[in-house]
């Protein structure tokens, strides 16, 4: 019986074009300036960026080992050196419950990536809670690498994971050039992506100072709450998974104890069966003797060895079959002994007792059975706990 431990946090990655405001966003959310940004081209790798008790950086090797479920992570060749994770102390937000991943910044042209950059995006989708997808309007939103990337993904099996979002938006200085690029963007998914008719692009930038007098609307607040959804999404089921989980142990307990009931059955039949066959074995053996006995009853009963033993109803018996024994010896002396060894096989064969549970572990079971039995009720009070959070949030 295979379970998996519930992950802590709830992966976001952030897929997009270089100089989206993929880096920015991060720092924006978690309050601190951890990744660097700006026009250079910085980002080429993955980074992780975790909350954590102490500021640090971890490289590629210390990353895998960090999250252990992406340990085949590291056969893209070259994606060690360019893997890192950030741990900031910000509590910031929900940060506390988030890993954020910032990917490489997706361009067209002559740029060298150091690893497969595409499908490394791809496959960090498996692995990944919410995938949230910028396209920035001044810059190469609908690059090819950044197009090819969203379609693969989008015929991947992680349609709602992914929410797409024009970042920046405070760059542009129009109206209609805002609506220009969104069309742009828009008729250059719809040709690649499922769905497309529903596709909306809402679009967000960063609270700064310079972009206090925007009149653009600004769905930032939404790109924080597909981050809290997919966090509620996660603990429910999680909390869910604990219940199944629990009624899995709970249905293998009795599992086992019933199996070990019938074992026991049937061990004490297989014991009763197998005495039966060794008396039986052992009447063959006597009726072996008993001929043997009869066909040297002359010599067996001569004054020298047994005579004092002669003088009774048996002997005088096996006196008078002497004859008959003898002449039949190796027949009668030969079907004697094959039974006893027929009966020997079969007992050997029907007395094989099954294991069985002795009683400390069959307490060692029940003990368990009491401990899940007691998460199952603590995940009764967490779900509690939990909708008594939601309606808080709600008013
Ligand atoms: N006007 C504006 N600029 C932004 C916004 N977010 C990021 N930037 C700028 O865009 C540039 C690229 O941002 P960066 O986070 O490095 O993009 P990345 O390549 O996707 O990580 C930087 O100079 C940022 O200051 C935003 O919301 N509005
Ligand atoms: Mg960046």
Redesign the pocket.
Known sequence: MTLRKPRKKISVMIV?N???????FINWYIGESIQK???AI??RGFTFVTSGKKRETLQGDATVRFYDHLNSFGDFNGIMANLFTEISTSRDKNFSCVDLIDTP?LVDGDMQYPFNVQDAIVWMADHVDLILIFFDPIGQATCKRCMEVVERLNNGPHLEKIHYFM??A??VDKEHDRQRVLIQITQNLATRIRNSHAFNLPTF??PRDE?ADCTIPNAIEDVCKEIDKSINMTVQKNLKQLKTDCERILARTVEVKEKDRAQKATNVQRTMQGVLLSLLTLAAAALMGMVFTTRFIDTLCSEALLGHLCDNGAARAMHHLQPTVTDNFNGLFGAAAGLVLVLMIVTKLTWRVQPVLNKKQLQQIDSYAQVVKRIAEQEDNLYKDYFKTLSTMEH
Do not use: C
Not at 18 to 24: E, L, R
């Open positions: 997009g270089h100089s989206a405001g993929k880096s920015s940004t700006g026009v910085e980002t910044g970042s920046k405070d760059a930038y960063l972009a």
